[in-house]
């Protein structure tokens, strides 16, 4: 049974800092690449960054370019997002999830989500 189980999110003030984890079991988790994805109140779940362990190769929204940082660790199954300087725009529930290129998007391999992490930052 795939089961991807998020964690760290919390409260914060604009400009402070976070660091979400994902540990997964499973299929949930890729041996391949794994992303962390955010949605906030009343829009689309979308990308935030993604690691492919061979390199490792890492990509990241241009939003959290120079903020955010992805790292994890494939034999352990886990993966973490080190968020710093945080946006109001940050306030989201965000999600891992395993992931695959298509042409220049990563984009999640499955329709299954974990119930993913609070993420709330106030001015």
């Known amino acids: 049974q795939a089961q991807l189980v998020e964690s760290g999110g919390g409260s914060v003030q604009a400009g402070g800092s976070l660091r979400l984890s994902c540990v997964g079991s499973?299929?949930?988790?890729?041996?391949?690449?794994m992303g962390w994805f955010r949605q906030a109140p009343g829009k689309e779940r979308e990308f935030v960054a993604s690691?492919?362990?061979?390199?490792?190769?890492?990509t990241y929204a241009d939003s959290v370019k120079g903020r955010f940082t992805i790292s994890g660790d494939k034999d352990e199954s886990t993966v973490y997002l080190q968020m710093n300087s945080l946006k109001l725009e940050g306030t989201a529930v965000y999600y891992c999830?395993?992931?695959?290129?298509?042409?220049?998007?990563?984009?999640?391999?499955?329709?299954?989500w974990g119930q993913g992490t609070q993420v709330t930052v106030s001015p």
């Open positions: 499973g299929r949930g988790f890729s041996t391949y690449a």
């Open positions: 690691i492919r362990w061979s390199g490792p190769s890492i």
């Open positions: 999830n395993a992931v695959d290129l298509y042409g220049s998007q990563w984009l999640p391999e499955s329709g299954g």
